[in-house]
């Protein structure tokens, strides 16, 4: 199926494009029959949106909704629910497709577990491949291609009505203005989102410049910066890798060596834990002695390899001024949980033994049936 702009979306532009599509639903002639159906991944983000698809489903013939968790009693009457296996090809689909008799659109992305290195919070920079259309013909498609892939966990009453839809669509005409419709809103998708791209500019150029949410001694993130890059990402979507590295040598460095020798360990420090990371992943200074780094989309041998980067490397500060030794302790998972288990990898380091000063030794493992060693504790995750 090709549908209009097709490429490598964020979830605004899709939320936006989404809502187009659920609005053209309730706008369309009451006496067509219209079949509404929706993947929203997770129960989260359809309850977000649950008023409008209680709108939808008591002007539509059928609407119905795949997520991989149950409904809850009274949630959206009139609306039917698909439940969706995880491990499906559907859970890691995100779309809408309103067909009637006459006219019909659809957008259809798949998660690339990928964010865009602009992002202002892990939700907002997740991207999506795909595209959506207000053609006839491809929302008809579409429809077609869920009815066979939701099979059985449709009861007859309701593929009786799809399928009445589908035999309508064929024996009517359609609207002319198909592909101007397209053209159009094509057109509002690339300025809205050249609109989320200044303002994420804009944002990046007022933290620079005022230094929010900025660590004054490493200039790393703060705690702050990650309950807010956290706020509104939902459970079992995105997975995100998470480095925990503690040092307690940290705390003695100001009383042993004086302030200018703390600076430079500790600038030093924050350019090496940046150093192996890739543009959409960051260091945030949890503690005066701790320090996270976030990993969004990365699975554990990234984890790994950048867990022994780290450990040559925060070995090595130990040989420059002021020649402090700097054994670190680390604690890693890649997960799918919200919110982050942050305490759940500093409970982890407060019952590990102290490294060896000289080697840094203390666990051995493995993750994602990556093998390594050293100072990693590595927690297991969805």
């Not at 290195?117 to 006839?136: I, N, V």
């Not at 990650?226 to 706020?231: G, I, M």
């Not at 033994?353 to 990693?376: F, I, Q, R």
Request: proline share 7%; with cysteine; aromatic share 6%.
């Amino acid at each position: 199926m090709r549908l209009e702009a097709t490429r490598v979306w964020t979830k605004p532009i899709l939320v936006a494009m989404s809502h187009a599509i659920e609005r053209f639903a309730l706008a369309v002639e009451p006496e067509d029959p219209l079949v509404v159906v929706a993947l929203f991944q997770r129960l989260s983000y359809f309850e977000r949106e649950v008023e409008v698809y209680r709108r939808i489903a008591a002007r539509a013939a059928l609407t119905v909704v795949g997520v991989t968790e149950d409904f809850p009693p009274g949630l959206a009457p009139g609306v039917s629910h698909v439940r969706l296996d995880p491990d499906e090809s559907l859970a890691g689909e995100w779309s809408v497709t309103a067909l009637g008799p006459r006219t019909g659109a659809t957008l259809v992305a798949r998660d690339l577990e990928t964010v865009t290195p602009a992002a202002a919070t892990l939700e907002s920079g997740r991207q999506f491949s795909g595209g959506w259309s207000f053609r006839r013909e491809l929302a008809y498609t579409e429809l077609l291609r869920l009815r066979d892939q939701l099979g059985d966990r449709l009861d007859p009453a309701q593929l009786g009505v799809l399928d009445q839809v589908l035999t309508r669509v064929l024996a009517t005409p359609g609207v002319a203005a198909e592909a101007q419709l397209a053209d159009a809103l094509g057109f509002t998708a690339d300025l809205v989102e050249a609109g989320e791209q200044r303002g994420d500019h804009y944002l990046r150029e007022l933290d620079r410049i005022q230094g929010r949410g900025r660590d004054p001694q490493t200039g790393l993130r703060t705690p702050g910066f990650l309950a807010h890059y956290s706020t509104g990402s939902g459970p079992g979507t995105l997975p995100v890798g998470m480095l925990l590295i503690r040092l307690h040598a940290l705390a003695g460095l100001r009383p042993a060596h004086g302030a200018r020798a703390e600076l430079a360990v500790l600038q030093s420090l924050a350019r090496t834990l940046a150093a192996p990371l890739a543009a959409c992943d960051m260091v945030v200074r949890t503690r005066p002695d701790e320090f996270l780094i976030l990993l969004p989309g990365h699975r554990g041998d990234t984890v790994i390899r950048i867990h022994r980067q780290l450990t040559a490397a925060i070995a090595a500060l130990g040989r420059s001024y002021p020649f402090v030794p700097l054994p670190a302790l680390f604690a890693a998972t890649v997960t799918r949980t919200r919110p982050l288990p942050v305490n759940e990898l500093a409970a982890a380091l407060d019952e590990t033994t102290d490294p060896d000063p000289d080697t840094g030794a203390a666990t051995a493992g493995e993750a994602d049936g990556v093998p390594h060693s050293g100072s990693l504790v590595f927690l297991a995750g969805p």
